[in-house]
């Protein structure tokens, strides 16, 4: 049955891979981040708190309701928050949290404005202004090597300008990287791998692809680990 499965799959264009957002996988490297911390929230990110359960976990996003939902879903009991988008410098910013027929869709909220497919569905948006903090601010305050995931809709690049310090704690970094203009303005990848070498982080794996269906996919964006070289 499962060769019957992998030859239709071929057939069709398209092999099965494993998924790699489990704790298992992540724990395979050998990681023991003194502390975790997710950028970019929304719901949270269960499979990278089952994977380090002994970690402190600190939580940053712009929309205060994501620590909330954080913990009406269970995901952490403990965890310290910090409601702010984050950049290269500190200051205000306008969020866009976007609507469509289907309501509110907090998880694509963005400093940035959306070029992509996905506009032509929002129906409006809300804008709120946010404060803006480097993550070197906040991490200061946190001791130990570090693990980080980054997906702050297109301002990843921005976050890590604002972390020169904080990278070079990371044991890895978990980052959505954009391989379209899916936002005005969004960083080029090249820009983002030049700046996680420069702190001696490179590009180990692809966790996760972003890309619609069909023989003719092309890949939006894609969650990317990068580690050490040398560990």
Same mark, same amino acid.
Do not use: N
């Given at each position: 049955m499962l060769q019957d499965l992998r030859r239709t799959l071929k057939s069709e264009g398209m092999v099965a891979h494993p998924i790699k957002t489990r704790p298992p996988y992540l724990r395979g490297y050998g990681f023991a981040p003194d502390v975790v911390m997710d950028v970019g929230v929304d719901n949270g990110t269960p499979w990278l708190y089952r994977s380090f359960p002994q970690a402190r976990f600190v939580l940053i996003d712009p929309q205060p309701a994501s620590a909330e939902r954080v913990r009406d879903k269970g995901h952490l009991e403990e965890f310290h928050f910090h409601a702010s988008a984050l950049g290269a410098q500190e200051g205000k910013a306008t969020l866009m949290v976007?609507?469509?027929?289907? %309501?509110?869709?907090?998880?694509?909220?963005? =400093?940035?404005?959306? #070029?992509d497919q996905r506009a032509k569905s929002f129906t409006k948006l809300d804008k709120h202004y946010v404060p803006v903090r480097k993550l070197d601010d906040i991490a200061v305050a946190y001791s130990g090597n570090l693990g980080l995931k980054i997906d702050t809709e297109g301002s990843e690049?921005?976050?890590?300008? /604002?972390?020169? !310090? #904080?990278?070079?704690?990371?044991? &890895?970094?978990?980052?959505?990287?954009?391989?379209?203009?899916?936002?005005? /303005?969004? %960083?080029?990848?090249?820009? +983002? +791998?030049?700046? =996680?070498?420069?702190? %001696? =982080? !490179? $590009?180990?794996? +692809?966790?996760?692809? /972003?890309?619609?269906? /069909?023989?003719?996919?092309?890949? @939006?964006?894609?969650?990317? =680990? &990068? #580690? @050490? $070289?040398?560990s």
């Open positions: 976007p609507h469509s027929d289907k %309501g509110e869709h907090p998880a694509m909220a963005s =400093l940035l404005r959306r #070029t690049l921005e976050v890590l300008k /604002g972390a020169t !310090e #904080t990278l070079k704690r990371c044991e &890895f970094v978990i980052l959505e990287m954009s391989l379209t203009q899916r936002f005005a /303005g969004v %960083g080029m990848p090249s820009e +983002v +791998v030049a700046i =996680l070498a420069d702190a %001696g =982080l !490179e $590009w180990r794996d +692809v966790l996760h692809v /972003g890309a619609p269906a /069909g023989k003719k996919a092309r890949p @939006r964006y894609m969650d990317v =680990l &990068f #580690t @050490r $070289w040398v």
